[in-house]
Each structure stands twice: as C-alpha cells, then as structure tokens.
T-cell receptor, first 114, second 113 residues
Framework: AQKVTQAQTEISVVEKEDVTLDCVYETRDTTYYLFWYKQPPSGELVFLIRRNSFDEQNEISGRYSWNFQKSTSSFNFTITASQVVDSAVYFCALTQGGSEKLVFGKGMKLTVNP | DVKVTQSSRYLVKRTGEKVFLECVQDMDHENMFWYRQDPGLGLRLIYFSYDVKMKEKGDIPEGYSVSREKKERFSLILESASTNQTSMYLC????????????FGQGTRLTVV
C-alpha cells in the first residue's frame, strides 16, 4: 500500500520567516516517485517538484528547497524568507513504481502574514 | 499550454439525481484521475484510468462510477447523488509512466441538496 502523511495541518508565520513542511511516505516498492504541489486560493493545483527514489540529491529552486531522506521516508519542503504569496495549501504526493496510482497527503495550509 | 478542463465550476443537484462531471484534456495523456477534496481530508482518489475503457478504483470509489470512451475525456458519474457527496471534485491527467507530474483542472464545486 502507498500512503502519504502530512502531520501538520496548518501553519501561520510572519513574512521573512523560514518554514518547513513535513512529508512522510510509506511504500513497499523500491522504485517510487514523490511530488509536491501548491494550491493557491484560486484553487488550481500547481506542480512544484518531482523526485524519484534513486535520486536522494536535495534540490534548491530560489527560495524553495527539498530534502529527501530515504532513511526516514521523508521528503520535506522548506520555504526560505517566506512571502505573502506563499500562502496556499501544499500537498505531498506519491506514485509507486509499476503503478499509475497517484496518492496525496491531506495537505498543509500555510498562511504568511505581512 | 497544457489544459485540463472541467465542464462546470459550480453545480447544484438534488438528492437522488444522476450527476455527470466531465473532464477533458488536450495533451494526449494516457492517465486521468478523479479526486474529491474535503476540508481536513485532503485529496482522496476516487477512480483513475490508464487507457481508453480502462479504469481502476481508487481509495473511495463507493457511490461513483467513471467512463472513458475517448482518450481525452474522463467522466465521473454519481448514480444517485447524496448529500455526503457534496464536495470539490478535481480532475487530473498525466502522461505515462508514473514519474511524470499530473496537471489539474480548476475543480467543480458540487453541492447536493
């Protein structure tokens, strides 16, 4: 079975604070793919990043960075120097190798206050 | 630009009605998905399809069926709508295989009264 857990449901920060969104996954497969999506108030989900199970290299894109650790089955997302425009619901998702099924966590609502 | 279009943004239906939610993608994607989004429950997978006329149940298929007669179109059917099916419904598509990202429609807010 495949499962994604986002333990935090809601976080509120002040602009310029750093914030980390946690994602823990479960899968029986050695090949799998992890994703992060952003859902702004407008509602449409926007893809942020993809990572496959064979690539544990961390990634940085501007103020966004991702830390993938297979040892703890985690794929955490950090926003540095948060901005009001980062306010959204963020989802972590997983596909097991050999399956087309895409499963999401419950999401984490981030509010960045000015 | 990739495009996933859901036929309605808002829909109000009566209990017991048969409801069709339509989703069309213009990217020639093999995989299509239907999710429902509820507060505190995130996105839950109802059904997905990996080819024309092929479908698989997701995590919460009860009360729903789907149809995929053409590659670009994936329909979600509520055979007899109930109030507990009031929700936001999201359609997504992606190319095979499973390491690619999915593209989402704008969502349909369905209210069953």
């Amino acid at each position: 079975a495949q499962k994604v857990t986002q333990a935090q449901t809601e976080i509120s920060v002040v602009e310029k604070e750093d914030v980390t969104l946690d994602c823990v996954y479960e899968t029986r497969d050695t090949t799998y793919y992890l994703f992060w999506y952003k859902q702004p108030p407008s509602g449409e989900l926007v893809f942020l990043i993809r990572r496959n199970s064979f690539d544990e290299q961390n990634e940085i894109s501007g103020r966004y960075s991702w830390n993938f650790q297979k040892s703890t089955s985690s794929f955490n997302f950090t926003i540095t120097a948060s901005q009001v425009v980062d306010s959204a619901v963020y989802f972590c998702a997983l596909t097991q190798g050999g399956s087309e099924k895409l499963v999401f966590g419950k999401g984490m609502k981030l509010t960045v206050n000015p | 630009d990739v495009k996933v279009t859901q036929s309605s943004r808002y829909l109000v239906k009566r209990t017991g009605e048969k409801v069709f939610l339509e989703c069309v993608q213009d990217m020639d994607h093999e995989n299509m998905f239907w999710y429902r989004q509820d507060p505190g429950l995130g996105l839950r997978l109802i059904y997905f399809s990996y080819d024309v006329k092929m479908k698989e149940k997701g995590d919460i298929p009860e009360g729903y069926s789907v149809s995929r007669e053409k590659k670009e179109r994936f329909s979600l059917i509520l055979e007899s709508a109930s109030t507990n099916q009031t929700s936001m419904y999201l359609c997504a598509s992606r190319v095979e295989p499973g390491f690619t990202e999915a593209f989402f429609g704008q969502g349909t807010r369905l209210t069953v009264v």
